[in-house]
Nanobody
Framework: EVQLVESGGGLVQPGGSLRLSCETSGFTFDDYAIGWFRQAPGKEREGVSC???????YTQDFVSRRFSISRDSAKNTVYLQMNRLKAGDTAVYYC??????????????WGVGTQVTVSS
């Protein structure tokens, strides 16, 4: 059974940091790209960052100076380090797996998300 389980979300003050984890199982982790997406209330889901099977990273300009993505093959886990968080980063964050390995649509598997709330 394929699973992607996000963790690490929570309530943080503006300017704070969080590290999200996406723990995966049920597929060959090293063959897949893993992406992070987010959806704020009343807004469409948007891509945040992705790491390919060859460890190439792609991060949206609106977070590129604050967020970074990495993967640990020994743990089948991808991380999203988020620094200098802003209220506008408040959203449910999802990870997803892409079987092409190249950070291409469509993504094959999705997690259920973790809530990130940035507020004082």
């Amino acid at each position: 059974e394929v699973q992607l389980v996000e963790s690490g979300g929570g309530l943080v003050q503006p300017g704070g940091s969080l590290r999200l984890s996406c723990e995966t199982s049920g597929f060959t982790f090293d063959d897949y790209a893993i992406g992070w997406f987010r959806q704020a209330p009343g807004k469409e889901r948007e891509g945040v960052s992705c790491i390919s099977k060859e460890n190439r990273t792609y991060t949206q300009d609106f977070v590129s100076r604050r967020f970074s993505i990495s993967r640990d093959s020994a743990k089948n886990t991808v991380y999203l380090q988020m620094n200098r968080l802003k209220a506008g980063d408040t959203a449910v964050y999802y990870c997803a797996a892409d079987s092409s390995g190249l950070c291409n649509w469509p993504y094959d598997y999705w997690g259920v998300g973790t809530q990130v709330t940035v507020s004082s």
